[in-house]
C-alpha cells in the first residue's frame, strides 16, 4: 500500500533498547538511533498494518492505529466502502 | 571506482540474495551438503523477519503419501489446476519429497503442532490435499539453525544488480539502505530468493517487490509464464483482512448464492473465476457482495486450527483490529499479484550459468505448478513448502558449482556502470518520486478487470498507465536511501507489469487461473505453449516454447 495516513504511538519511557521492533519492520519504517538505544519511526507513510513490531515488543511500548480507509483497494468500485 | 558512499568488496563461494524461509533453506542445506563452502546471505531488511512465512496463516501443504500416490496428486493437479502447461516431473518430485520437507523443517527448529502420538495434526482440505500448522517464528528458527553451521548474515543492504562474465554469473552489487556504502560481492555461485513481484498492494505480501526479477532479467535470463502474476484474494472491504475460503459462500444484495455461477463442486482454494463472478455482479448492479456470515469459514476458523503460540500474538492483534472496522461481511477483491517468473531447471538453476532462483522469484519459472500464479494460488499451504523444496533441492548443484568454479575478479567497468545505475536517483536534480510511477503500475495491476478478468481492450487500457509509468521512471529521483529503495522498486514493477500485461494480451485463450472475457475456452490445439521473456540489448523480447507435455504421463485433450 502507498499513501497511507497509519499511526504509530511509542512510549520511550518504557522502551528497553532490544530492537526487536527495528528487526522486525519488514518494510524500513522502523530505523535505530544507536546514540538513544531507541527505535525511530521514520517512514510510518510506508506502514503495511502487520502489527510486527507492536506484537513483538515485550514492554508494551508500541501501538500501531492502523487508517484502514487511508490504503486503495483500487477496484472500480471503490464506492462501496 | 570509489562510491562517494564508501565502497566494500566481499567475496565469498555462495551468494544468496534474499533471508526469507526460501534462502535460509539454501542456506542450511548448502552447508549440510558442504560445510566447507562459505556462504553468504545478503537481506534488503532483517533475514528472519523478511519475507511473507511469518506472516501468513502458518500452514503448510501436507499430503498423506500412505493414501494417496504422488501420481494422483499430479494427475488432480494437471486437470484441475495446471490445466496442462505445468511440468510434471518436477511436481511429482515436490509432492514425494513431502514428508523429508517436514522432518527438515523440525531439524531445523520450525514448530509444527503435533498429536499426543507424535503424529502431525492434520487438516483435511479436499480428497487430494490437507494441511498442518506451522508457527510464525519458523524463519527466525532456521536463521538461527543457519548461523549455528556458520552462515553469515548482512542485514539492510540491497542487492540491485547482477554481474556476469562469458555468460556465467561472477558476483552482485548492492548498497547499504542506512548509509549507501557501496558493496561488490564476488562469488562462484549466487541464488536469488528474493520473493515475488507484488506491487506494493496486499499487505502481507508486501516484500515481495521483484528485485530479482528485475535483477535477472537485466543480466539476461529466460523467464517463463509472466502471464500468471495476477493472483488475487477476497477481502473484507473496510479492513483488507483476507478472506480465505470465502469464496465458497458468496452472496449477492439479492440474497442471491453466486458461489453457485461459478463453482460446481468443492475446489481446493479460490479461482479466478470467482473474482470474475464479483466483477459481473457489480457490473449488473447486484452488489454489494457479501459472504454470509453463518457460512462464513475464514481467517479466525484458520486461526484456532492448531496451538501456535507465537503466530498467535500476530493473529490476535490482525483480527481484532480488523474486526473494529468490519461492521459487515462484505467483500472484494485485492489484487495481489505473485508473479515468479524466474526460469530455472530442476536443480533450480537459471539460464545463466552458476544462477540459480529459489522460491517465490522462480515458482512459475519452474513451470511446476502449470497455468497458476505462484503459492496459494489454488495450492494452499503450498508456498512456504515450495520454497523449503527449492532451497533444499538447490543445494547439491549449487554446491558443485561452487566447487568447481573460481572466484573471478568482477569486471570493474561492469561494476561501475552498476553503481552509475544505482545513485542515478540520488544525483537528478529534478524528477518524479517512486510513488508517482508505483501509483500508475497499481492503476494498471489493480482493477481486476484489466488483470485478472481480462480482455484485448482492458489489457490495452493497462498498457497505457504502463507505458506512462515507464516514461515516467526515467525521471526517477531519490531524497535518501530509504527512497532510492522504492526508485529501484519501482523500476522493477515497470519490467514485471510490462512483461504481464503484454505476455497476456499474446495468450488468445484461457487456461487455468489465466482468464479472458474474448477467448473464454481453452485451446489446446494453438497454446499448449509457454510464454518466454528475455532482454535482447535493451528489448523486452517475448517468444513461444511448446510444453513438452507428451513425455509426461498425463495427457491434455485435443481435438
Known sequence: ?81 | MDSKYGRKDLSTDVLIVGGGIAGLSAAVSIKEHDPDLNVLVVEKQTAGYSGKANKGGGVLQYFDLERIRPEDFVAYHVHSVGCYLGDQELMTKYVSMNHVLLDKLVEWGAKLPKNMDGSYCVTPTGPMTAMIGVDLDITLKVRQTAERKGVKFIDKVAVSDLITEDGRVTGATGFSILDGTFYTFSAKAVVLATGSQNYRIGPMWSSGRGDGIAMAYRAGAQLRNPEFGNFAQLVKVNSHSECVFGENYMYNCAGENITKNFRFFPEADISSSAVAEWFLQMSAARGPITLRLDEDRSNNALMSLWDRPFGKQFWKLNHSRAAEVDVDNEVCPMFIGEQSPVRVDHDMMTTIKGLYAIGDVSYCGSAAPGAVPAPPGRNRGSGILNAVFAGVVCAESTCKTARSNELVPLDEKKVEASAERVYAPLSRETGCTAKDVIRLIQRAVGPVEQSVYMSAHRIAIALKYVNKAKELAKTLKAVDFHDLIACHEAEAMVLCAEMQFRASDMRKESRGWFLREDYPDMDNKGWLKWIIVQNRDGDMVFSTEDVPYKKWKVQPYID
Open chain 1, 1 to 81: 500500500m502507498i499513501d497511507t495516513r497509519h499511526k504509530i504511538i511509542f512510549d520511550p519511557e518504557k522502551c528497553v533498547g532490544c530492537q526487536l521492533c527495528y528487526k522486525a519492520c519488514f518494510v524500513d519504517v522502523i530505523r535505530w538511533d544507536s546514540e538513544n538505544k531507541k527505535p525511530i519511526f521514520k517512514y510510518v507513510e510506508d506502514c503495511e498494518h502487520c502489527y510486527w513490531c507492536e506484537a513483538i515488543c515485550k514492554r508494551g511500548c508500541i501501538r500501531v492505529i492502523a487508517e484502514y480507509e487511508s490504503e486503495s483497494l483500487l477496484q472500480n468500485f471503490d464506492c462501496y466502502r
